[in-house]
C-alpha cells in the first residue's frame, strides 16, 4: 500500500519517534510521581513519622529509573505536593512548572535572605525560651519544634505586598499565637510578659480573656519595603471555630477596601493538625470558599503540623495518612513540608502566595514539625510519646541546626536578643496596667456598647410617603422580566400594603425595613438556607424570571444612591454560616448584617459561635457585634424539632446587656425592631424570634400607621382591656392565640400583654403595665413550652420583683425532655388545654 503523506505532516524519521517515545515514558513516570509522589516524601523531621509508604506506581526500572530519580528529587523530598486532584489542568499545569523548575515560582520572587531566616527562626525560638525560663509551669502552646512557621509567613507576607495587599486577616488557636503576636504581628514582648505577671486582675473581674486567646492588631513591614497591616482575630478555645469569623471579618474588610479588596487583604489560618482533621466548622468554612456572597479571595490555611495533638498520635486524629485530607474534596492544592528545611519552607510560602493570588483558590500548607515539651507546658509528655520524646530530647532547636547548614556563627545575637527579651522581661515585672493588644479601626469610634444604656428615643418610623415609595420600588421590576404568576399577585398585594390598602404582613414589613435602611445608606446583607426566597415562601427578595432565570432584586433599585442589599443562600451550614455573619458584623459595624436559620433549633449547631463569640465577646474582649439572628419559633404541631427554638438557651446567657433578645408580636414590630437596631449606636447581637404560620396571619399584621408610630414597643400593652382582674403575659403565638380564644369566649377583665423584647429586661415598661391594671391581682406567664424550656426560669423571679403582692402564676407544658410532641393531633389537645388553664376553663 502506498504511504500517503501531506506536506504538513513530514515522515518522522525513527529518532524523532524514539525521542517522542521517550517524552511519552518520561511523562508516564513524572505523571506517576505528580500523582503519588507526596506519599514517599521525607516529612518528619524526627524521622519517625510518615514513613515512605510503599507506592508500586512508583516503582521504576531500566531507563526509566533515571526520570523516577529527576522527578523524586521535585516530588519525595522535604516537599510534598497533592494537586493532581485539581479538575482544571491549567492549575495543574501551573502548579507543575513551578514544582519541577520548568517557571519562576512568581514574579515577586526575590530569593530569601539566609540571614534574615535565621534571625527569625533564633526570635521565634528564644522568646519561648524565655518564658519557659521566667514562667516555668505557665501554659503558653509553645511554638517550638514549628518555628518555621516565623519565616513561613514572613515570606508569605512579602509575597502578598508585592501582589497589592495592605491588610491580612489572621485567625489562629493557642499554639504559638504568643509567638506570632511578638514575632509576626509586631506586639511587644514586655506586653506579652505582662500578660503571665498578670497584672491588674482587678479590671477585668469576671471578664477577659486569657493571654493566648486575645485578638492583636500591628504592622507588618516586609522586606520589600512594604507594610500589612495585621488583625489576628480574638479567639475562643475551641478549636476551628474561629475559622468561618475570620472569613467574615475578612469579607467585610475586603467589602470595606472596594474594587480589588480581594487583593488586598489576605486571609491567613493557622490551625492544629488535630483540630483540622476533626472539627467539622472547618470544612463547612472551607465549602464557602467559592459560593457566592462568601468569598474572599483565597485564603492560606497553614497547618502548623506537630504530629500530635495533646497526647493522641497521628493515627488517632485522623483517619487518613494526613491531618489535611479532608480538604482534598476541594479544588485546592495542599503542600506539606518537613519543617525542617526553611528553604523549602520559604519555596512553599513563595508558590503559595503566588497560587493564591494567581487563582484566588484557597491554599492549604502541612508544615510538618514536632512539639518540643507537653501540650502545655505543665504536661509531661514521656508519659504518653516516651520514644518520640526520648528523640526530642536530643535535638536541637531549628535555628541551631539552620546555622550550621549556612554556616553563620549565631551565639553573639543570640546573646544580643536573649538580653532584650531578658530586659522585656523584668519591665514587665514592674507594670501595673494590662497592655491593649488591638486596636479598633477608626469605623468603630461611633458605636458603642457596656457602660451606655440603648438610646431608645431612635427614630423608627417612617411617614405614608416614604413607605409609598419604598413599597413602590420594591414591587417594580423591568417591563421584559417574565415575572411568575404567584409573585406578580405576591408584588400585588405588596403594593397594596404599601399604599394603606391591605394590613402589612411580616414580610412586606421586613422588606420595607430594609427598604429604607438602604435608602439612608445603610448596607444591608442577610444570609441563610433558602433566604433569597425564604424557607415560608415569604420574603422572595430575588425575582427570578420564568423564560432565563435571570435574577432581579428590587430593592437594589430603590434609589440612585441607595445602599446595597446583600442576600445570599447559605450553604447547608450553621456553625460555618453564623460565624461569618458574626465576623462580618464585626468588621462592619455600619450595616445590617443578619443571619437566618432555616428553623430556630437548627442554630445548635453553631452553640460554640453563639456562646463562644456572640454573648460572650464583649465581655470576653471588649469587642461588639451588631449581629441578628433570626429564628423561626412557634409550637405548630410540626414536631420535637421544628418547634421550637430554645428560647431559654438565649435568656441563660443574657447578662451584662449582652445581647437583646426579642420575639416580635406583628409585622410592625419586627419592622421597627430592625430598623432599631442599626439605628441606635449601641451595637449588640439581636436575637429575634420570627414566626412561621403567622407571618401572614391576620392577628399578626399590622396597619400602615403601625410602621409610622415612632419605635419599637419592648412590652406591647393590651389597650382594649380596661379593669383587668388577671393580667396574661407571654411573647410570640400563643399571645394571639389568647386574643382570639378571649374574643371567642366573650371573656372579660383579663388582659393579654406581649413581652416583645425579654433581655434586655424592660422592667420599667413593665412597671408601666402593671400599674394601669392595678386591680389584676394574678399576674399569669403562658407559654407554650414545657417548664424546663421557654422564658419561664427567666421570667418568673423577675416578674414577682415587680408584681410585689400580686400572685404570680405560670401557665405552660409539663417538663419534657424533647421540646414537643411528634403528634399534630397531640399538639392540638396540648394547646387547648394549655390556653383552658390560661383563660379558665370553658363553661359548657
Ligand atoms: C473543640 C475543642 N475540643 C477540644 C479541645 C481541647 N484541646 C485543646 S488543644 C487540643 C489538641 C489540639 O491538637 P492540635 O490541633 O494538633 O494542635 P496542637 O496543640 O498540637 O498544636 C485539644 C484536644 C479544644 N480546645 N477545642
Known amino acids: 500500500m502506498a504511504t500517503i503523506t501531506t506536506p504538513e505532516i513530514a515522515p518522522r524519521s525513527s529518532s524523532a519517534f524514539r525521542e517522542e517515545g521517550r517524552e511519552h515514558v518520561r511523562e508516564h513516570v513524572f505523571d506517576a510521581f505528580r500523582r503519588w509522589g507526596y506519599l514517599q516524601a521525607q516529612l518528619d523531621p524526627l524521622g519517625q513519622y510518615l514513613a515512605p509508604a510503599a507506592v508500586p506506581e512508583l516503582s521504576f526500572d531500566g531507563p526509566d529509573a533515571a526520570f523516577a530519580e529527576e522527578a523524586r528529587g521535585y516530588y519525595c523530598g522535604s516537599v510534598a505536593a497533592e494537586f493532581m486532584h485539581i479538575p482544571d489542568r491549567a492549575r495543574r499545569q501551573w502548579l507543575q512548572e513551578r514544582l519541577e523548575g520548568a517557571a519562576e515560582i512568581g514574579p515577586a520572587s526575590e530569593t530569601p535572605d539566609p540571614h534574615r531566616t535565621l534571625d527569625l527562626l533564633l526570635r521565634a525560638d528564644l522568646f519561648e525560651q524565655v518564658i ?14 514549628v518555628t518555621a512557621l516565623v519565616p513561613f509567613l514572613d515570606e508569605l507576607l512579602n509575597h502578598a505586598a508585592e501582589h497589592g495587599a495592605v491588610s491580612a486577616i489572621l485567625g489562629m488557636s493557642h499554639r504559638g499565637r ?45 522586606r520589600g519595603g512594604k507594610k500589612i497591616d495585621l488583625h489576628l482575630v480574638s479567639n475562643p478555645s475551641h478549636l476551628e471555630a474561629v475559622d468561618p469569623v475570620a472569613a467574615g471579618r475578612a469579607r467585610a474588610k475586603q467589602v470595606r477596601l472596594g474594587a480589588g479588596g480581594e487583593d488586598k487583604l489576605i486571609p491567613i489560618v493557622i490551625h492544629g493538625d488535630a483540630a483540622f482533621a476533626g472539627q467539622g466548622v472547618l470544612a463547612e468554612t472551607m465549602n464557602l470558599a467559592t459560593i457566592e456572597g462568601f468569598t474572599i479571595g483565597g485564603t492560606i490555611h497553614i497547618v502548623v503540623n506537630n504530629l500530635i495533638g495533646f497526647t493522641a498520635g497521628p493515627g488517632e486524629v485522623s483517619a487518613s495518612r494526613f491531618a489535611t485530607d479532608v480538604a482534598k474534596r476541594l479544588p485546592i492544592p495542599i503542600f506539606h513540608v518537613n519543617a525542617e528545611d526553611p528553604d523549602a519552607v520559604l519555596r512553599i510560602a513563595a508558590l503559595a502566595a503566588e497560587y493564591r493570588f494567581a487563582f484566588h483558590s484557597d491554599v492549604v500548607i502541612d508544615l510538618i514539625g514536632y512539639r518540643r515539651h507537653g501540650h502545655s507546658e505543665v504536661d509531661d509528655p514521656t508519659v504518653t510519646q516516651p520514644l518520640r520524646y526520648a528523640k526530642i530530647k536530643d535535638h536541637p532547636p531549628l535555628y541551631q541546626i539552620y546555622s550550621q547548614r549556612i554556616g553563620v556563627d549565631i551565639s553573639e545575637s543570640a546573646k544580643a536578643l536573649q538580653a532584650k527579651l531578658v530586659e522585656a ?17 477608626e469605623y468603630w469610634s461611633q458605636y458603642h456598647g457596656r457602660g451606655h444604656k440603648p438610646e431608645y428615643e431612635v427614630e ?71 433566604s433569597q426566597r425564604g424557607t415560608f415562601n415569604q420574603r422572595h427578595s430575588v425575582l427570578v424570571d420564568i423564560e432565563n432565570e435571570n435574577r432581579f432584586v428590587p430593592l437594589n433599585h430603590l434609589a440612585p444612591d441607595q445602599a446595597k442589599f446583600e442576600v445570599y443562600n447559605s450553604i447547608l451550614s450553621e456553625a460555618g454560616g453564623l460565624g461569618f455573619e458574626y465576623g462580618f458584623s464585626r468588621a462592619f459595624p455600619g450595616a445590617l448584617v443578619m443571619w437566618e436559620a432555616q428553623f430556630g433549633d437548627f442554630a445548635n449547631g453553631a452553640q460554640i459561635i453563639i456562646d463562644q463569640f456572640i454573648s ?58 430592625l430598623r432599631r437596631q442599626v439605628l441606635r449606636k449601641w451595637r449588640k447581637p439581636l436575637v429575634v424570634f420570627t414566626p ?42 400563643i399571645g394571639h392565640e389568647l386574643r382570639v380564644e378571649r374574643q371567642k369566649r366573650g371573656t372579660e ?39 424546663n424550656m421557654g422564658a419561664l426560669s427567666f421570667v418568673m423571679p423577675r416578674l414577682k420583683l415587680i408584681a410585689g403582692s400580686r400572685q404570680v402564676l405560670s401557665v405552660k407544658r409539663s417538663a419534657a425532655a424533647s421540646p414537643a410532641t411528634g403528634s399534630a393531633k397531640a399538639h392540638d389537645l396540648e394547646q387547648k388545654t394549655l390556653i383552658d388553664m390560661a383563660l379558665g376553663r370553658k363553661e359548657e
Request: with cysteine; proline share 6%; hydrophobic share 40%.
Open 425 to 441: 522581661q523584668k519591665e514587665a515585672t514592674a507594670r501595673t496596667k494590662m497592655p491593649v493588644l488591638a486596636h479598633l479601626p
Open 749 to 787: 377583665h383579663t388582659a393579654i400583654v406581649f413581652l416583645d423584647q425579654m433581655y434586655p429586661w424592660p422592667e420599667a415598661e413593665l412597671e408601666a403595665e402593671f400599674a394601669r391594671h392595678p386591680e389584676a391581682t394574678e399576674i399569669v406567664w403562658v407559654q407554650e413550652e414545657p417548664a
Open 460 to 530: 423608627t418610623g417612617l411617614t405614608l410617603d416614604e413607605i409609598a415609595t419604598i413599597g413602590e420600588g420594591l414591587t417594580s421590576y423591568p417591563a421584559e422580566f417574565h415575572i411568575h404568576a404567584k409573585i406578580k399577585k405576591l408584588l400585588e398585594q405588596r403594593l397594596e400594603m404599601a399604599q394603606g390598602k391591605r394590613p402589612f404582613d411580616y414580610g412586606m414589613a421586613e422588606a420595607v425595613a430594609i427598604g429604607s435602611l438602604l435608602k439612608q445608606q445603610v448596607p444591608v446583607r442577610l444570609t441563610g438556607q433558602d
Open 616 to 673: 460572650s465577646g464583649e465581655d470576653k474582649w471588649s469587642l461588639l457585634s451588631g449581629v441578628v439572628m433570626l429564628l423561626p419559633h412557634g409550637y405548630e404541631g410540626q414536631g420535637p424539632e421544628h418547634s421550637s427554638a430554645r428560647v431559654e438557651r438565649y435568656l441563660q446567657l443574657a447578662a451584662h446587656d449582652n445581647m437583646q433578645i426579642c420575639q416580635p408580636s406583628s409585622a410592625a414590630q419586627y419592622f421597627h425592631l
Open 692 to 733: 412561621k404560620s403567622m407571618l401572614r396571619h391576620p392577628d399578626a399584621v399590622s396597619p400602615i400607621e403601625d410602621l409610622t408610630r415612632s419605635r419599637f414597643l419592648n412590652v406591647v400593652p393590651d389597650t382594649e382591656t380596661r379593669n383587668a382582674k388577671r393580667l396574661l403575659l407571654c411573647t410570640g403565638k
Open 132 to 145: 519557659q525560663s521566667r514562667y516555668l509551669g505557665t501554659k503558653r502552646f509553645s511554638l517550638e519544634g
Open 178 to 222: 504568643l509567638n506570632v503576636m511578638v514575632n509576626v504581628v509586631g506586639c511587644e514582648a514586655a506586653d506579652i510578659f505582662s500578660k503571665f505577671e498578670d497584672v491588674d486582675p482587678r479590671s477585668i473581674l469576671g471578664g477577659g480573656d486569657v493571654k493566648y486567646h486575645v485578638g492583636a492588631t500591628g504592622v507588618y513591614p516586609t
